[in-house]
């Protein structure tokens, strides 16, 4: 596609915020040339080859590389946080779940939304987040292990889609394309510190193209991150001291990726990709009291002020992508084949086994490989398209169809002798050798899309999708779209399709516990002896009916303006379902080999307890996407781009499932979880002014977060040790929000720039928890939602730099 920037359309180039379908900008290459007024060509919810984002049926958003870079967070998830209404990230930052970046769309959790690579379903991480909240038993893409410089931009669409994609595009898609320009070399460099002084980052990012031969191309690109810990909880009430349980893990990130393709003749390509990654990182737990070592001398030796113990993870990520595409008698075709991994090596380190103390003597204090886990998937498909022109029909007929097969494997490996032993390593325990094992399943698929125009305003697109899943069956899917403009400035969509998620490898088989120093609570596997015992019944897939509709209009001359309202009706929702405490948990702990520590006789049975997955509920999600965006032009000095984006969401509890012995699955808490944990709202709203010569660039935008509600345990004893039930709670809402992001560049010349700028400008944080629903003390904030954060301030200095 020829790039090119018509009159006026250099403004879009730099809006912030949320930019969407039909008037979205497109990053063309490294010097952001940009494309206006809808023809960015779109690849993702459709098949028609050269689709304009000006004439998509879907709504979609596409964020270019320079939007990304200028929220001025070093990572992909947080930067695409600052931009997308209708997408958030848990506020996790605890536990290993808080080691793998995850994010969501529309109000639903991140197994909902599918990530693809350059069109390809992207292999999901291994490690899955066990702790209690929206995203607990989720085992998503981790997007952040794809390396930022590598992308030239991201198309999200905001609609199900699994007719056309599969498993998991529930709530959306999320395709990110990579770069592969043949030329250039592009450098930058992010620090940044936040308003505490803590959680310093830096970032390099480095990408650069060249030609093979004269049919093809090279793009490298590389990202290295150094994160260091934030600290966030307020006094144990134990020490009357800060613990630094809460808070932004540590962790060094380096990653690249690899893409090529070569023109074997004039109708064939051969194309790869290599994307690589590996992750140090350290999350830290609650500090154990050196009153619990009285009758373990060797470690009250080690440890004679106590200790804090400290998870970690040694991960690394890999996908390799290569395939054939071309044309033959006017058919495109694609024939590809994916495989990518996760491994990742869970351990615990300044901590204790005491049961192995008290048997043998032995002390260790740090236990590398508690917890392994790897995940892998190997795809293999063919796609084909064509459009048609057939005798007494004056529309294209664009057919597209394609087979897949996948195949999937997740593995977990018992723990090291050391974290199993007994009631295993202090905090996170090693895996017993019986809930280890390597599990698989085949997955086989097809489809079909067949798009055309019934009468030249109003075109229409019928997809379908069979899946046979080796481990849980059939699924059939399908869906409609039609899109009618009766003027150049105003056009209406709508979309019905039903979608689903199929359960994981890893919902179907994890099982871990959790130690904290006076409560202990596990995962156990479905199919475990544990959890039969206990009424557990065999996952089905999850099933949703989605229906979108929309308007996009132009009432006055460059006043865009879209509106999108959507329900999903998700039904068999997965999620740790079956809970049982005290007694009854302890013994389904057992069964599954998972010892308790010997403090756990004095604790309140509320403080033991297990889980495990289940279909627990349906759920009905109804919200509103809104954006408008305009230009105000003032001569030589410059021109200012005005943006307002909103999302608007609510989920409500349909119905709740049982167990095989009637009970309930679900808990207040727990319905909460899935129903309030996401913001009712958030709107970004703000301008940015580019000087007339090009050299300033100042950008100012609030952001709204609307309010979430959870339902709080109570605690009681000294201290608050104990907690007092496992079904009354408290309900506690968390506020409405707003922060303040700026940023200033100067250009210094072609070649470089400067930038300074904040993300919450005035350093805002959640709403504090009441005291009486802290854990000891420390939670100073509600750490299962996904609100604005608990970092507060972030201050940074950006370096750009194009050759």
Same mark, same amino acid.
């Given at each position: 596609?020829?790039?090119?920037?018509?009159?006026?359309?250099?403004?879009?180039?730099?809006?912030?915020?949320?930019?969407? &379908?039909?008037?979205?900008?497109?990053?063309?290459?490294?010097?952001?040339?940009?494309?206006?007024?809808?023809?960015?060509?779109?690849?993702?919810?459709?098949?028609?080859?050269?689709?304009?984002?000006?004439?998509?049926?879907?709504?979609?958003?596409?964020?270019?590389?320079?939007?990304?870079?200028?929220?001025?967070?070093?990572?992909?998830?947080?930067?695409?946080?600052?931009?997308?209404?209708?997408?958030?990230?848990?506020?996790?930052?605890?536990?290993?779940?808080?080691?793998?970046?995850?994010?969501?769309?529309?109000?639903?959790?991140?197994?909902?939304?599918?990530?693809?690579?350059?069109?390809?379903?992207?292999?999901?991480?291994?490690?899955?987040?066990?702790?209690?909240?929206?995203?607990?038993?989720?085992?998503?893409?981790?997007?952040?292990?794809?390396?930022?410089?590598?992308?030239?931009?991201?198309?999200?669409?905001?609609?199900?889609?699994?007719?056309?994609?599969?498993?998991?595009?529930?709530?959306?898609? *999320?395709? *990110?394309?990579?770069?592969?320009?043949?030329?250039?070399?592009?450098? !930058?460099?992010?620090?940044?510190?936040?308003?505490?002084?803590?959680? @310093?980052?830096?970032?390099?990012?480095?990408?650069?193209?060249?030609?093979?031969?004269?049919?093809?191309?090279?793009?490298?690109?590389?990202?290295?991150?150094?994160?260091?810990?934030?600290?966030?909880?307020?006094?144990?009430?134990?020490?009357?001291?800060?613990?630094?349980?809460?808070? !932004?893990?540590?962790?060094?990130?380096?990653?690249?990726?690899?893409? #090529?393709?070569?023109?074997?003749?004039?109708?064939?390509?051969?194309?790869?990709?290599?994307?690589?990654?590996?992750?140090?990182?350290?999350?830290?737990?609650?500090?154990?009291?050196?009153?619990?070592?009285?009758?373990?001398? /060797?470690?009250?030796?080690?440890?004679? =002020?106590?200790?804090?113990?400290?998870?970690?993870?040694?991960?690394?990520?890999?996908?390799?992508?290569?395939?054939?595409?071309?044309?033959?008698?006017?058919?495109?075709?694609?024939?590809?084949?994916?495989?990518?991994?996760?491994?990742?090596?869970?351990?615990?380190?300044?901590?204790?086994?005491?049961?192995? %103390?008290?048997?043998?003597?032995?002390?260790?204090?740090?236990?590398?490989?508690?917890?392994?886990?790897?995940?892998?998937?190997?795809?293999?498909?063919?796609?084909?398209?064509?459009?048609?022109?057939?005798?007494?029909?004056?529309?294209?007929?664009?057919?597209?169809?394609?087979?897949?097969?996948?195949?999937?494997?997740?593995?977990?490996?018992?723990?090291?002798?050391?974290?199993?032993?007994?009631? #295993?390593?202090?905090?996170?325990?090693?895996?017993?050798?019986? %809930?280890?094992?390597?599990?698989?399943?085949?997955?086989?698929?097809? &489809?079909?899309? *067949?798009?055309?125009?019934?009468?030249?305003?109003?075109?229409?697109?019928?997809?379908?999708?069979?899946?046979?899943?080796?481990?849980?069956?059939?699924?059939?899917?399908?869906?409609?779209?039609?899109?009618?403009?009766?003027?150049?400035?105003?056009?209406?969509?709508?979309?019905?399709?039903?979608?689903?998620?199929?359960?994981?490898?890893?919902?179907?088989?994890?099982?871990?516990?959790? @130690?904290?120093?006076?409560?202990?609570?596990?995962?156990?596997?479905?199919?475990?002896?544990?959890?039969?015992?206990?009424?557990?019944?065999?996952?089905?897939?999850?099933?949703?009916?989605?229906?979108?509709?929309?308007?996009?209009?132009?009432?006055?001359?460059?006043?865009?303006?879209?509106?999108?309202?959507?329900?999903?009706?998700?039904?068999?929702?997965?999620?740790?379902?079956?809970?049982? &405490?005290?007694?009854?948990?302890?013994?389904?702990?057992?069964?599954?080999?998972?010892?308790?520590?010997?403090?756990?006789?004095?604790?309140?049975?509320?403080?033991?307890? /297990?889980?495990? +997955?289940?279909?627990?509920?349906?759920?009905?999600?109804?919200?509103?996407?809104?954006?408008?965006?305009?230009?105000?032009?003032?001569?030589?000095?410059?021109?200012?781009?005005?943006? *307002?984006?909103?999302?608007?969401?609510?989920?409500?509890?349909?119905?709740?499932?049982?167990?095989?012995?009637?009970?309930?699955?679900?808990?207040?808490?727990?319905?909460?979880?899935?129903?309030?944990?996401?913001?009712?709202?958030?709107?970004?709203?703000?301008?940015?002014?580019?000087?007339?010569?090009?050299?300033?660039?100042?950008?100012?935008?609030?952001?709204?977060?609307?309010?979430?509600?959870?339902?709080?345990?109570?605690?009681?004893?000294?201290?608050?040790?104990?907690?007092?039930? =496992?079904?009354?709670? +408290?309900?506690?809402?968390?506020?409405?929000?707003?922060?303040?992001?700026?940023?200033?560049?100067?250009?210094? =010349?072609?070649?470089?720039?400067?930038?300074?700028?904040?993300?919450?400008?005035?350093?805002?944080?959640?709403?504090?928890?009441?005291?009486?629903?802290?854990?000891?003390?420390?939670?100073? &904030?509600?750490?299962?939602?996904?609100?604005?954060?608990?970092?507060?301030?972030?201050?940074?200095?950006?370096?750009?730099?194009?050759?």
């Amino acid at each position: 596609m020829k790039n090119f920037i018509p009159k006026g359309g250099l403004y879009l180039s730099f809006l912030c915020g949320v930019f969407q &379908y039909p008037y979205t900008v497109l990053a063309a290459d490294k010097n952001n040339i940009t494309v206006n007024n809808g023809d960015a060509i779109i690849v993702t919810g459709t098949r028609e080859t050269g689709k304009k984002a000006s004439e998509s049926i879907s709504p979609i958003d596409i964020i270019s590389a320079k939007q990304l870079t200028q929220t001025g967070m070093p990572s992909l998830r947080d930067a695409l946080t600052q931009l997308l209404p209708s997408l958030s990230v848990p506020n996790a930052g605890f536990d290993s779940g808080a080691l793998t970046d995850s994010l969501s769309l529309r109000g639903l959790n991140s197994n909902e939304t599918l990530v693809l690579v350059d069109g390809k379903r992207r292999h999901t991480t291994a490690n899955l987040s066990a702790v209690a909240g929206p995203q607990q038993g989720t085992t998503p893409v981790d997007i952040d292990m794809i390396p930022m410089a590598a992308i030239d931009h991201i198309e999200v669409l905001r609609d199900g889609a699994s007719a056309q994609y599969g498993s998991d595009a529930v709530a959306g898609v *999320v395709n *990110v394309i990579l770069k592969k320009q043949d030329h250039g070399f592009h450098a !930058q460099t992010l620090t940044g510190i936040t308003a505490a002084k803590d959680g @310093f980052q830096q970032g390099v990012y480095l990408d650069g193209g060249t030609k093979l031969g004269s049919r093809g191309y090279l793009h490298v690109s590389g990202d290295f991150l150094r994160q260091n810990h934030t600290y966030r909880s307020s006094k144990d009430l134990r020490t009357n001291s800060k613990d630094k349980f809460l808070g !932004q893990p540590e962790q060094t990130r380096e990653s690249f990726a690899i893409k #090529g393709g070569y023109e074997i003749t004039d109708n064939i390509e051969a194309y790869g990709l290599v994307t690589y990654a590996h992750r140090y990182a350290e999350a830290n737990e609650i500090t154990r009291l050196a009153s619990t070592l009285t009758d373990y001398p /060797a470690y009250a030796a080690i440890y004679p =002020n106590g200790y804090l113990p400290v998870d970690t993870i040694n991960e690394n990520d890999w996908e390799i992508t290569g395939g054939l595409k071309g044309q033959i008698k006017g058919w495109n075709w694609d024939v590809s084949s994916v495989y990518g991994r996760d491994y990742d090596s869970i351990g615990v380190k300044n901590s204790a086994n005491l049961q192995l %103390s008290k048997d043998t003597g032995l002390a260790p204090t740090n236990f590398k490989n508690a917890q392994r886990f790897n995940n892998q998937q190997w795809s293999n498909s063919i796609d084909f398209s064509k459009a048609f022109h057939i005798n007494g029909w004056p529309h294209v007929i664009n057919v597209a169809g394609g087979a897949t097969h996948r195949y999937e494997s997740y593995t977990i490996g018992a723990g090291s002798f050391e974290s199993a032993y007994g009631s #295993g390593s202090e905090a996170l325990p090693g895996i017993p050798a019986q %809930s280890a094992g390597k599990f698989s399943r085949n997955v086989f698929g097809g &489809y079909f899309d *067949v798009a055309t125009h019934l009468v030249k305003q109003l075109q229409i697109d019928v997809a379908g999708r069979y899946e046979h899943y080796s481990d849980v069956g059939d699924t059939k899917t399908g869906k409609v779209a039609l899109r009618y403009d009766p003027f150049k400035w105003l056009g209406f969509r709508g979309t019905i399709s039903n979608a689903f998620h199929a359960p994981t490898l890893a919902q179907e088989y994890y099982s871990a516990v959790t @130690f904290y120093p006076t409560q202990a609570g596990g995962i156990i596997s479905p199919s475990s002896v544990g959890a039969l015992a206990n009424g557990s019944e065999k996952l089905k897939p999850e099933h949703s009916t989605n229906i979108t509709a929309g308007v996009t209009f132009e009432p006055i001359k460059r006043l865009h303006i879209t509106a999108d309202v959507y329900q999903i009706k998700l039904r068999g929702q997965i999620l740790p379902g079956g809970n049982i &405490y005290g007694d009854q948990a302890s013994s389904a702990l057992a069964l599954d080999g998972f010892s308790l520590p010997a403090a756990a006789a004095s604790w309140t049975p509320a403080s033991i307890y /297990a889980h495990w +997955f289940a279909n627990v509920a349906n759920t009905r999600t109804r919200g509103i996407d809104i954006t408008a965006s305009y230009p105000t032009y003032l001569g030589d000095i410059g021109h200012i781009d005005w943006s *307002v984006a909103a999302n608007i969401n609510r989920t409500i509890l349909t119905h709740q499932g049982k167990d095989a012995d009637g009970n309930d699955l679900l808990t207040k808490q727990s319905i909460a979880y899935i129903t309030s944990a996401y913001p009712r709202s958030k709107i970004i709203w703000g301008g940015q002014f580019t000087s007339g010569d090009k050299k300033w660039i100042v950008g100012l935008h609030e952001i709204r977060w609307g309010h979430t509600t959870s339902q709080l345990s109570y605690y009681g004893g000294a201290a608050n040790t104990n907690l007092l039930s =496992n079904y009354e709670f +408290f309900p506690f809402h968390n506020r409405v929000k707003y922060t303040t992001n700026l940023d200033i560049t100067y250009r210094v =010349n072609a070649k470089l720039a400067l930038t300074a700028g904040a993300n919450n400008l005035f350093n805002r944080y959640p709403t504090r928890l009441p005291l009486a629903h802290r854990y000891i003390g420390i939670h100073k &904030y509600d750490m299962n939602t996904s609100q604005l954060g608990m970092n507060g301030g972030f201050y940074y200095f950006k370096v750009d730099v194009s050759l």
